[in-house]
């Protein structure tokens, strides 16, 4: 059977090669950076006991991946050019030395993953210049190399956190008023993890509404039978350094219209998702349609399908979602590309 082209190499594009490999159809992956995507940046949660961050399905993948003699790989590169109709499409890719390569491909899954909301363009979280505030990747980051969360400049851990959530989701300001999905698992994960290996940390929640992908991603549940969790059900309205050196948040008062503030040792942004920067140019070389946001649009009654016979979507490159819908949406895409290859539903 004609292989698949695989346009990202993140947890959604591992998990169609992956499948496809079962169903004994070969494909080839281009990916710009590394395998894995974002997720082999993130921390496990489970160190201690595991709590279903769901960051090891990426790091299997990738060491699965690479044991597939029916999985070719081609990395750092980029796909510049594309021509195809129906069921033939010749890509040009082009490695980070400049060397061009074409590749033949009877069908194609765009995978090309998301972008982090960027938190500067929200000016009142005051990001990047009140040293106290940081993203949820840039926590993720620092417990994956020192296993803990040091204080810029000075040689101890937090003692007191403020997660602030939907930064880059649900804001119609910013153009972004749709839910993100994953930030309120990532964030609840990585707060379990601080309790573990601080019980006496101290954490606030700042947030609207809770919106968990699984029912068993319960903040209420999980604050309740912690010591030292606090729930703040309000959007921050301004994020400031305090009159003591740390970060103050200034929140409106859910009961009333005064205004509150609470001092932290660090402000975790948890950032919304976004369409990757680079997916544009190769939604245009494919001829793909995308909705008001950037995300590829796929039939509301068949998933990953496009509006363009052949080429398939999955993962963030379609629409916002955490670890393991990705992992399935990649799954399904690989079922679509199947069929549409010729093989059996």
């Not at 980029?78 to 195809?84: A, P, R, T």
Request: contains cysteine.
């Amino acid at each position: 059977m004609r292989k698949v082209l695989i346009i990202g190499g993140g947890t959604a594009g591992l998990s169609a090669a992956l499948s496809l490999a079962e169903r004994g159809v070969p494909s080839v992956i281009v990916e710009k950076k590394a395998f894995g995507g974002m997720a082999e940046d993130l921390a496990c949660k489970g160190k201690i006991e595991c709590v279903r961050c769901d960051v090891c399905l990426a790091h299997n993948k990738v060491a699965e991946m690479k044991r597939s003699p029916l999985i070719e790989r081609i990395v750092p590169a980029e796909v510049q050019d594309m021509l195809g109709e129906l069921d033939f499409f010749l890509a040009t890719v082009t490695s980070s030395s400049g060397k061009k390569q074409q590749v033949t491909a009877g069908a194609v899954i765009l995978s090309v993953g998301l972008e982090p909301f960027d938190p500067h363009l929200d000016k009142r979280l005051n990001y990047g210049s009140v040293t106290g505030v940081i993203t949820a990747f840039e926590a993720e980051k620092r417990l994956l190399q020192e296993g803990q969360l040091a204080l810029a400049g000075e040689n101890k851990t937090a003692r007191s956190i403020g997660f602030v959530q939907c930064v880059g989701s649900r804001d119609i300001r910013l153009g972004v008023d749709y839910c993100s999905r994953a930030c309120c698992k990532y964030s609840l994960k990585l707060a379990q993890l601080l309790k573990k290996l601080d019980p006496e940390i101290e954490i606030s929640y700042y947030f609207m509404d809770w919106r968990p992908c699984d029912a068993q991603d319960d903040l209420y549940v999980w604050a309740k039978s912690s010591s030292k969790v606090e729930l703040v059900r309000s959007r921050p309205s301004e994020i400031v350094l305090g009159d003591d050196g740390r970060t103050e948040v200034r929140f409106t008062s859910p009961i009333g219209e005064n205004v509150e503030s609470r001092h932290h040792d660090l402000i975790i942004l948890s950032q919304g998702i976004r369409p990757a920067l680079d997916s544009g140019p190769v939604c245009d070389m494919l001829g793909l349609e995308r909705d008001e946001f950037g995300f590829v649009k796929s039939l509301e009654s068949n998933p990953c399908v496009t509006n363009k016979s052949g080429v398939f979507v999955a993962g963030c490159a379609r629409a916002p979602m955490d670890l393991v819908d990705a992992s399935n949406d990649g799954a399904i895409a690989a079922g679509k590309a199947y069929a549409f290859l010729g093989g059996r539903r």
